[in-house]
């Protein structure tokens, strides 16, 4: 079946200190990839994609993310996280099958403190 | 850049009673929608893909007769929770597909949080 992992409930990280959000994918083929970024009772909002190309891509508000095909992953990563970063963040990928449908990982709560 | 408008934004109903929720691309027309439900602390379950014009294709588990979903312009869909039970209290969130020129992206509206009492 079809998934996408995020190992990692929550991701605690000091104001100023790099951070990681890690992301696994099952799916077959070449998918695209996704981030999104969530704040309390709102929508979810779109920092970065990978379709093709150079497996680094960077994305809103300094956020750059790593893709590994042999190791199914997209990292999503920023060099100095700010207090502000601090939400949920939702790693999705898009099967390249045609159609729009989008698997999305359980989230990541990163919590940035001063 | 593309807005989704979603409304209410918070809804308290009595059980039994039906509620509405709609779904609006403002500044471009999208063809199909996404319907999803997050439940707290969870990842979003997609319920649905509305496309204009033709019935929603529903993934499994979700009771089509329960969530019905329309989507008569190429601007607006809706999602109506008939018969509420305190169960179906959760977020639901709609999201678009953009036009030519977004690049594959999603448009997510803000969200609706429904409470059934």
């Known amino acids: 079946a079809q998934s996408v992992a995020q190992p990692e409930d929550q991701v605690n990280v000091a104001e100023g200190n790099p951070l990681t959000v890690k992301c696994t994918y099952s799916?077959?083929?070449?998918?695209?990839l996704f981030w999104y970024v969530q704040y309390p009772n709102r929508g979810l909002q779109f920092l970065l994609k990978?379709?093709?190309?150079?497996?680094l891509v960077k994305g809103s508000y300094g956020f750059e993310a790593e893709f590994n095909k042999s190791q199914t992953s997209f990292h999503l990563k920023k060099p100095s996280a700010l207090v502000s970063d601090s939400a949920l963040y939702f790693c999705?990928?898009?099967?390249?099958?045609?159609?729009?449908?989008?698997?999305f990982g359980a989230g990541t709560r990163l919590f940035v403190k001063a | 850049g593309a807005v989704v408008s979603q409304h209410p934004s918070r809804v308290i109903c009595k059980s039994g009673t039906s509620v509405k929720i709609e779904c609006r691309s403002l500044?471009?027309?999208?063809?199909?929608m996404f319907w999803y439900r997050q439940f707290p602390k969870k990842s979003l379950m997609l319920m649905a893909t509305?496309?204009?014009?033709?019935?929603?294709?529903?993934e499994q588990g979700v009771e089509k007769d329960k969530f019905l979903i329309n989507h008569a312009s190429l601007t607006l869909s809706t999602l109506t929770v008939t018969s509420a039970h305190p169960e179906d209290s959760s977020f639901y969130i709609c999201?678009?597909?953009?036009?030519?020129?977004?690049?594959?992206?999603?448009?997510f509206g803000s969200g609706t949080q429904l409470s059934v009492l």
């Open positions: 999201s678009a597909r953009g036009g030519v020129g977004t690049n594959e992206k999603l448009f």
């Open positions: 999705a990928v898009r099967p390249n099958t045609g159609g729009f449908k989008t698997i």
């Open positions: 509305s496309n204009e014009g033709s019935k929603a294709t529903y």
């Open positions: 990978y379709i093709t190309g150079d497996n």
């Open positions: 500044d471009f027309q999208a063809t199909t």
């Open positions: 799916v077959s083929g070449n998918p695209y």
